[in-house]
């Protein structure tokens, strides 16, 4: 087993230095992978919550308490997506004669909405991304500079042998192995969360439907 501390207290400034910037690497893609698994579970949860209140208060027309349980639903982009929906039903609604129909107007309102939840949903996987694929190719710049510092290290002793540069090398692959602990979990949790993430805009997608299906309806027997 190599002796870990001992390469460590070895390392020059430019080895600590990238390990130190693999470490935040890594420290960076974890904190973004905890918030993002703690917000897409609370959304879920106070989603299906307000789905159940939300859709006898729309049968019922119930139209003042339901804005109110959209916007007292914090964490919710269900909530979010629907409650500006709704909010831009009842304006035109109540607005009378308009270039758009209520439904037109609900449903562009609604396209804006889910860009916008796209953009959250997603938000800080760019970083996972860049982690997954930038790390190995740091912790190589590490390994590269340690084997260079070391050969350098032989020319100014005038010896070859192994053990003249086994310790610089084992520094320079300590890197690289470091590099490649950082960016693996990152590219599993950047895969992970992407499904994550294309399952809840999914289900975005169908909660958007349903309720243009249920405007065009209502507006069909108000005519």
Same mark, same amino acid.
């Given at each position: 087993?190599f002796d870990?501390e001992?390469i ?9 230095g ?6 935040v690497?890594g420290v960076?893609?974890l904190a ?10 609370r959304?879920?949860g106070?989603s299906r919550r307000f !789905?159940?209140?939300a859709?006898?208060?729309?049968e019922?027309d119930?139209?003042e308490?339901? #804005?109110?349980?959209? &916007? *007292? =639903? +914090?964490g919710s982009w ?5 409650? !500006?929906?709704?909010k831009?039903?009842f304006?035109?609604?109540?607005a009378?004669s308009?270039? #758009?129909?209520?439904v &037109? *107007? =609900? +449903?562009r309102?609604l396209e804006r ?10 938000r800080?996987?760019?970083?996972l991304?860049?982690?997954?694929s930038?790390?190995?190719?740091v912790?190589?710049?590490g390994?590269?500079v340690g084997i260079i510092?070391?050969?350098q290290g ?5 010896s070859?042998g192994?053990g ?5 090398i084992?520094?320079a692959l300590v890197v690289?192995a ?13 895969n992970?969360l992407t499904a994550?993430?294309e399952?809840?805009n999914?289900a975005?997608?169908q909660?958007?439907g349903e ?7 209502k507006?069909g027997k108000?005519?």
């Amino acid at each position: 087993m190599f002796d870990l501390e001992k390469i460590i207290g070895h390392m020059g400034p430019f080895a600590l230095g990238v390990a130190v910037a693999l470490l935040v690497m890594g420290v960076a893609a974890l904190a973004v992978f905890l918030e993002r698994m703690a917000m897409y579970a609370r959304s879920r949860g106070r989603s299906r919550r307000f !789905a159940a209140r939300a859709r006898a208060l729309l049968e019922r027309d119930e139209r003042e308490p339901l #804005l109110k349980e959209a &916007e *007292a =639903t +914090r964490g919710s982009w269900l909530a979010a997506l629907l409650g !500006a929906g709704l909010k831009t039903w009842f304006r035109a609604v109540q607005a009378g004669s308009s270039a #758009l129909s209520p439904v &037109e *107007a =609900t +449903r562009r309102e609604l396209e804006r909405q889910s860009e916008t939840l796209d953009a959250e949903v997603r938000r800080g996987h760019s970083v996972l991304a860049s982690v997954g694929s930038v790390a190995p190719f740091v912790g190589l710049l590490g390994t590269v500079v340690g084997i260079i510092d070391a050969f350098q290290g032989i020319a100014r002793e005038g010896s070859g042998g192994l053990g003249a540069v086994s310790l610089g090398i084992s520094e320079a692959l300590v890197v690289t192995a470091l590099g490649l602990v950082v960016a693996i979990p990152a590219v599993l949790a950047h895969n992970l969360l992407t499904a994550q993430a294309e399952g809840i805009n999914r289900a975005l997608e169908q909660a958007r439907g349903e309720l243009l299906d249920f405007l065009e309806a209502k507006s069909g027997k108000a005519a």
